[in-house]
Protein backbone atom coordinates (compact mmCIF):
# COMPACT_ATOMS: atom_id res chain seq x y z
CA UNK A 1 0.00 0.00 0.00
CA UNK A 2 0.92 3.73 -0.65
CA UNK A 3 2.70 5.52 2.19
CA UNK A 4 0.47 7.96 3.67
CA UNK A 5 1.39 11.34 2.47
CA UNK A 6 3.15 13.83 4.28
CA UNK A 7 3.89 16.77 2.66
CA UNK A 8 6.85 19.76 3.02
CA UNK A 9 5.63 23.16 2.06
CA UNK A 10 8.83 24.62 2.67
CA UNK A 11 9.69 25.28 -0.98
CA UNK A 12 6.32 25.67 -1.88
CA UNK A 13 6.96 29.31 -3.62
CA UNK A 14 10.19 28.05 -5.08
CA UNK A 15 11.04 25.81 -8.13
CA UNK A 16 9.77 23.06 -6.11
CA UNK A 17 5.52 24.40 -6.13
CA UNK A 18 4.76 22.13 -9.39
CA UNK A 19 6.21 19.08 -7.45
CA UNK A 20 4.33 19.80 -4.18
CA UNK A 21 0.85 21.44 -5.45
CA UNK A 22 1.10 17.74 -7.51
CA UNK A 23 1.66 16.07 -4.10
CA UNK A 24 -1.57 18.16 -2.64
CA UNK A 25 -3.40 16.74 -5.75
CA UNK A 26 -2.57 13.23 -5.43
CA UNK A 27 -3.64 13.13 -1.77
CA UNK A 28 -6.79 14.99 -2.47
CA UNK A 29 -8.08 12.53 -4.54
CA UNK A 30 -6.76 9.40 -3.70
CA UNK A 31 -6.51 9.94 0.46
CA UNK A 32 -8.36 12.68 1.88
CA UNK A 33 -5.72 13.18 4.45
CA UNK A 34 -2.14 14.61 4.21
CA UNK A 35 0.43 15.66 6.85
CA UNK A 36 1.42 19.28 6.34
CA UNK A 37 5.45 20.10 7.53
CA UNK A 38 7.24 23.87 7.07
CA UNK A 39 3.49 25.06 7.52
CA UNK A 40 4.07 28.46 8.09
CA UNK A 41 3.29 28.04 12.11
CA UNK A 42 6.13 28.24 14.58
CA UNK A 43 7.34 25.30 16.50
CA UNK A 44 8.04 27.19 19.78
CA UNK A 45 4.26 27.84 19.10
CA UNK A 46 3.20 24.76 18.85
CA UNK A 47 4.88 23.53 21.86
CA UNK A 48 3.64 26.08 23.84
CA UNK A 49 0.07 25.28 22.21
CA UNK A 50 0.91 21.43 23.66
CA UNK A 51 2.20 22.45 26.66
CA UNK A 52 -0.75 24.28 27.86
CA UNK A 53 -3.49 21.58 26.58
CA UNK A 54 -1.57 18.81 28.54
CA UNK A 55 -1.45 21.17 31.81
CA UNK A 56 -5.26 22.27 31.49
CA UNK A 57 -6.12 18.69 30.46
CA UNK A 58 -4.20 17.22 33.97
CA UNK A 59 -5.71 20.35 35.67
CA UNK A 60 -9.33 20.43 34.87
CA UNK A 61 -10.39 17.76 33.06
CA UNK A 62 -8.34 14.12 34.29
CA UNK A 63 -10.31 13.65 37.14
CA UNK A 64 -13.65 14.42 35.47
CA UNK A 65 -12.93 12.02 33.12
CA UNK A 66 -12.29 9.17 35.63
CA UNK A 67 -15.39 10.05 37.48
CA UNK A 68 -17.02 9.83 34.61
CA UNK A 69 -15.90 6.57 33.44
CA UNK A 70 -16.76 5.20 37.08
CA UNK A 71 -19.84 6.19 36.90
CA UNK A 72 -20.77 4.43 33.68
CA UNK A 73 -18.92 1.42 34.86
CA UNK A 74 -16.63 1.43 32.17
CA UNK A 75 -13.93 0.39 33.48
CA UNK A 76 -14.42 -3.80 33.33
CA UNK A 77 -15.94 -3.74 29.98
CA UNK A 78 -17.19 -6.92 29.05
CA UNK A 79 -18.94 -6.38 25.66
CA UNK A 80 -18.19 -3.57 23.58
CA UNK A 81 -19.29 0.06 23.43
CA UNK A 82 -21.23 0.81 20.17
CA UNK A 83 -22.84 4.42 21.28
CA UNK A 84 -20.11 6.29 23.21
CA UNK A 85 -16.21 7.29 23.21
CA UNK A 86 -13.36 7.01 25.40
CA UNK A 87 -12.73 10.97 24.76
CA UNK A 88 -12.33 14.01 26.53
CA UNK A 89 -12.76 16.65 25.25
CA UNK A 90 -14.13 20.32 24.79
CA UNK A 91 -15.09 23.11 22.26
CA UNK A 92 -14.21 26.93 21.60
CA UNK A 93 -15.95 28.69 18.77
CA UNK A 94 -14.05 31.57 16.75
CA UNK A 95 -15.94 32.82 14.19
CA UNK A 96 -18.47 33.98 13.23
CA UNK A 97 -17.80 35.18 17.13
CA UNK A 98 -15.76 33.67 19.95
CA UNK A 99 -17.11 32.06 22.71
CA UNK A 100 -13.78 31.72 24.66
CA UNK A 101 -14.98 34.07 27.43
CA UNK A 102 -17.50 31.74 28.53
CA UNK A 103 -15.51 28.86 28.67
CA UNK A 104 -14.75 27.91 32.40
CA UNK A 105 -11.27 26.68 33.73
CA UNK A 106 -9.05 28.04 31.19
CA UNK A 107 -6.12 29.81 32.64
CA UNK A 108 -5.73 33.67 31.00
CA UNK A 109 -2.64 32.37 29.50
CA UNK A 110 -3.84 28.86 27.91
CA UNK A 111 -6.68 31.49 26.25
CA UNK A 112 -4.69 34.05 24.70
CA UNK A 113 -2.59 31.14 23.60
CA UNK A 114 -5.56 29.66 22.00
CA UNK A 115 -6.95 32.64 20.59
CA UNK A 116 -3.50 33.10 18.44
CA UNK A 117 -3.51 29.93 17.55
CA UNK A 118 -6.88 30.08 15.77
CA UNK A 119 -5.73 32.89 13.53
CA UNK A 120 -3.02 31.18 12.80
CA UNK A 121 -4.94 28.24 11.90
CA UNK A 122 -7.58 30.59 9.97
CA UNK A 123 -4.87 31.73 7.70
CA UNK A 124 -3.42 28.38 6.87
CA UNK A 125 -6.94 27.04 6.15
CA UNK A 126 -7.74 29.86 3.58
CA UNK A 127 -4.48 29.54 2.04
CA UNK A 128 -5.05 25.66 1.82
CA UNK A 129 -8.37 26.48 0.04
CA UNK A 130 -6.86 28.85 -2.62
CA UNK A 131 -4.04 26.03 -3.27
CA UNK A 132 -7.28 23.38 -3.77
CA UNK A 133 -8.67 25.99 -6.24
CA UNK A 134 -5.66 25.89 -8.15
CA UNK A 135 -5.37 22.35 -8.59
CA UNK A 136 -9.06 22.27 -9.24
CA UNK A 137 -8.91 24.88 -12.01
CA UNK A 138 -11.32 27.46 -9.99
CA UNK A 139 -10.47 30.94 -9.80
CA UNK A 140 -8.63 32.10 -6.59
CA UNK A 141 -11.18 32.21 -3.26
CA UNK A 142 -13.87 29.95 -5.05
CA UNK A 143 -13.69 27.77 -2.14
CA UNK A 144 -13.47 30.92 0.53
CA UNK A 145 -16.41 32.75 -1.35
CA UNK A 146 -18.71 29.09 -1.70
CA UNK A 147 -17.87 29.08 2.05
CA UNK A 148 -19.02 32.32 2.99
CA UNK A 149 -22.63 32.75 3.64
CA UNK A 150 -24.13 35.86 4.95
CA UNK A 151 -21.52 36.41 8.28
CA UNK A 152 -17.93 34.45 6.71
CA UNK A 153 -17.33 31.28 7.70
CA UNK A 154 -17.70 29.18 10.91
CA UNK A 155 -14.80 27.77 12.12
CA UNK A 156 -14.06 25.90 16.16
CA UNK A 157 -12.25 24.14 17.69
CA UNK A 158 -12.51 20.75 19.65
CA UNK A 159 -9.84 19.90 22.07
CA UNK A 160 -9.51 16.13 23.43
CA UNK A 161 -7.58 14.16 25.19
CA UNK A 162 -7.64 10.12 25.20
CA UNK A 163 -6.72 9.05 28.26
CA UNK A 164 -5.14 5.21 28.32
CA UNK A 165 -7.74 2.61 28.05
CA UNK A 166 -7.99 -0.74 29.62
CA UNK A 167 -9.82 -2.44 27.26
CA UNK A 168 -9.13 -0.47 23.93
CA UNK A 169 -10.73 -3.97 22.24
CA UNK A 170 -14.07 -2.93 23.81
CA UNK A 171 -14.34 0.56 23.09
CA UNK A 172 -12.90 3.59 20.44
CA UNK A 173 -11.35 6.70 21.21
CA UNK A 174 -13.81 7.58 18.43
CA UNK A 175 -16.18 5.90 16.29
CA UNK A 176 -15.38 5.67 12.84
CA UNK A 177 -17.06 9.01 11.04
CA UNK A 178 -16.56 11.34 8.32
CA UNK A 179 -16.21 15.28 9.24
CA UNK A 180 -19.14 17.07 7.70
CA UNK A 181 -17.56 20.59 7.07
CA UNK A 182 -15.23 22.12 5.11
CA UNK A 183 -11.48 21.56 5.16
CA UNK A 184 -9.93 19.90 8.89
CA UNK A 185 -6.18 21.35 10.65
CA UNK A 186 -5.30 18.80 13.27
CA UNK A 187 -2.35 19.23 15.88
CA UNK A 188 -1.83 15.61 16.73
CA UNK A 189 0.42 14.49 19.85
CA UNK A 190 3.46 13.21 18.74
CA UNK A 191 4.40 10.75 20.87
CA UNK A 192 0.99 8.50 20.83
CA UNK A 193 -0.86 7.27 17.95
CA UNK A 194 -4.51 5.97 17.15
CA UNK A 195 -5.71 8.25 14.65
CA UNK A 196 -6.67 5.89 11.65
CA UNK A 197 -8.26 6.93 7.81
CA UNK A 198 -10.01 3.83 6.03
CA UNK A 199 -8.51 3.37 2.62
CA UNK A 200 -9.29 0.75 -0.27
CA UNK A 201 -11.03 -1.07 3.01
CA UNK A 202 -8.26 -1.44 5.53
CA UNK A 203 -7.57 1.15 8.51
CA UNK A 204 -4.45 2.90 7.72
CA UNK A 205 -2.01 5.06 10.94
CA UNK A 206 -2.07 8.43 10.28
CA UNK A 207 1.60 8.84 11.48
CA UNK A 208 2.01 11.32 14.66
CA UNK A 209 5.15 13.81 13.54
CA UNK A 210 6.43 16.31 15.82
CA UNK A 211 5.26 19.84 14.63
CA UNK A 212 3.01 18.58 11.65
CA UNK A 213 -0.92 20.08 10.71
CA UNK A 214 -2.78 16.97 9.75
CA UNK A 215 -5.50 17.99 7.37
CA UNK A 216 -8.28 16.24 6.34
CA UNK A 217 -11.37 17.18 4.12
CA UNK A 218 -14.81 17.28 4.81
CA UNK A 219 -18.47 16.35 3.15
CA UNK A 220 -18.67 19.58 1.83
CA UNK A 221 -15.59 19.63 -0.17
CA UNK A 222 -16.61 16.63 -1.74
CA UNK A 223 -20.20 18.28 -2.76
CA UNK A 224 -18.12 21.40 -4.01
CA UNK A 225 -15.96 19.20 -6.04
CA UNK A 226 -18.77 16.83 -7.44
CA UNK A 227 -16.84 14.31 -5.68
CA UNK A 228 -13.50 14.61 -7.37
CA UNK A 229 -12.49 14.90 -3.66
CA UNK A 230 -13.65 12.75 -1.32
CA UNK A 231 -14.22 12.93 2.70
CA UNK A 232 -13.03 9.64 4.14
CA UNK A 233 -14.26 7.69 7.11
CA UNK A 234 -11.42 7.58 10.59
CA UNK A 235 -11.44 6.73 13.99
CA UNK A 236 -9.29 6.70 16.67
CA UNK A 237 -7.95 3.59 18.38
CA UNK A 238 -7.87 4.03 22.13
CA UNK A 239 -4.66 2.89 23.56
CA UNK A 240 -3.27 0.93 26.65
CA UNK A 241 -0.38 3.50 27.21
CA UNK A 242 -0.17 7.38 27.48
CA UNK A 243 -3.10 10.14 27.06
CA UNK A 244 -3.02 11.38 23.61
CA UNK A 245 -3.63 14.88 23.06
CA UNK A 246 -5.45 16.29 19.80
CA UNK A 247 -6.61 19.50 18.85
CA UNK A 248 -9.18 19.53 15.34
CA UNK A 249 -9.78 22.79 14.03
CA UNK A 250 -13.06 23.11 11.37
CA UNK A 251 -12.77 25.68 9.00
CA UNK A 252 -16.62 25.25 7.79
CA UNK A 253 -19.39 27.05 5.48
CA UNK A 254 -21.00 29.68 7.48
CA UNK A 255 -24.57 28.28 8.03
CA UNK A 256 -26.38 29.59 6.07
CA UNK A 257 -24.05 29.14 3.35
CA UNK A 258 -25.50 27.15 0.20
CA UNK A 259 -23.49 24.38 -1.00
CA UNK A 260 -23.72 23.01 -3.99
CA UNK A 261 -21.09 21.60 -7.02
CA UNK A 262 -18.46 24.03 -8.53
CA UNK A 263 -20.17 24.59 -12.36
CA UNK A 264 -16.98 24.32 -13.51
CA UNK A 265 -16.76 20.77 -11.85
CA UNK A 266 -19.52 19.26 -13.63
CA UNK A 267 -18.15 18.25 -16.49
CA UNK A 268 -21.63 15.43 -17.55
CA UNK A 269 -23.49 15.42 -14.18
CA UNK A 270 -24.12 16.93 -10.66
CA UNK A 271 -23.52 13.87 -8.65
CA UNK A 272 -24.73 16.47 -5.12
CA UNK A 273 -27.37 17.95 -4.45
CA UNK A 274 -27.67 21.75 -3.57
CA UNK A 275 -28.60 22.91 0.35
CA UNK A 276 -27.92 24.84 2.87
CA UNK A 277 -25.56 24.09 5.04
CA UNK A 278 -27.33 24.62 8.35
CA UNK A 279 -29.46 21.72 7.51
CA UNK A 280 -26.70 19.79 6.38
CA UNK A 281 -25.69 19.99 10.19
CA UNK A 282 -28.82 19.45 11.78
CA UNK A 283 -29.19 16.19 9.58
CA UNK A 284 -25.91 15.23 10.32
CA UNK A 285 -25.97 15.45 14.47
CA UNK A 286 -27.73 12.42 14.34
CA UNK A 287 -26.38 10.49 11.98
CA UNK A 288 -22.38 11.50 12.30
CA UNK A 289 -21.26 7.78 12.79
CA UNK A 290 -22.89 6.10 9.74
CA UNK A 291 -22.23 6.54 5.87
CA UNK A 292 -22.76 9.95 4.56
CA UNK A 293 -24.27 8.34 0.93
CA UNK A 294 -27.75 8.28 3.10
CA UNK A 295 -27.03 12.42 4.05
CA UNK A 296 -26.40 13.13 0.47
CA UNK A 297 -29.42 11.36 -0.52
CA UNK A 298 -31.75 13.07 2.08
CA UNK A 299 -30.37 16.57 1.11
CA UNK A 300 -31.49 15.54 -2.24
CA UNK A 301 -34.31 14.86 -1.39
CA UNK A 302 -35.73 17.71 0.04
CA UNK A 303 -33.49 19.86 -2.10
CA UNK A 304 -35.43 23.24 -3.54
CA UNK A 305 -34.90 25.87 -5.68
CA UNK A 306 -32.37 27.88 -4.16
CA UNK A 307 -30.25 30.10 -6.04
CA UNK A 308 -27.21 29.36 -7.11
CA UNK A 309 -24.67 32.11 -5.72
CA UNK A 310 -22.56 34.01 -8.84
CA UNK A 311 -19.14 33.44 -8.13
Known sequence: MAT???????????????????????????????????????????????????????????????????SKALEGLQAEVTDMDWESTFFLRHLPESNMAEIPDLAHEYRKVMKEFALKLEKLAEELLDLLCENLGLEKGYLKKAFHGTRGPTFGTKV????????????????????????????????????QLLKDGQWVDVPPMRHSIVINLGDQLEVITNGKYKSVEHRVIAQTNGARMSIASFYNPGSDAIIHPAPALVENKQLYPKFVFEDYMKLYAGLKFQAKEPRFQAMKARETTLPIATA
Request: glycine share 6%.
Open 4 to 70: FPVINLEKLNGEERATIMEQIKDACENWGFFELLNHGIPHEFLDTVERLTKEHYKKCMEQRFKELVA
Open 160 to 195: SNYPPCPKPDKIRGLRAHTDAGGIILLFQDAQVSGL
